[in-house]
């Protein structure tokens, strides 16, 4: 049971709609890859960057992915989090 949004990242508190799946679980493209133990810095670091979010996000709710918008968010809270760079899989036409 999860009371939470289904359609956001499961990471706590993340803002951003979870678009990759791992496990059962989905997760945004910055928190993706990246070490759990850092999620909640990650979030923060998301919080502070609200209106790349917020655009992402009605991007997302308008059924667009922009790549390198969300390649920004994933620029953003790389060093926090350590993980990979994003595939060019939402680069490509
Ligand atoms: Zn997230």
Redesign the pocket.
């Known amino acids: 049971m999860s009371e939470r949004t289904p359609d956001l990242?499961a990471?706590y508190g993340?803002p951003?709609m979870?678009v990759h799946g791992v496990s059962g679980k989905w997760?945004?493209c910055?928190?993706f890859n990246a070490n759990p133990g850092l999620n909640d810095a990650?979030?923060a670091e998301?919080h502070r960057n609200k209106p790349l979010v917020d655009r992402a996000m009605a991007l997302r709710r308008a059924g667009v992915a922009h790549g390198a918008l969300e390649n920004e968010l994933v620029t953003l809270t790389k060093e926090i989090g350590q993980q990979r760079d994003l595939t060019t899989e939402m680069e490509a036409e």
């Open positions: 990242c990471a993340c951003l979870g997760y945004c910055c928190h990650i979030t998301l």
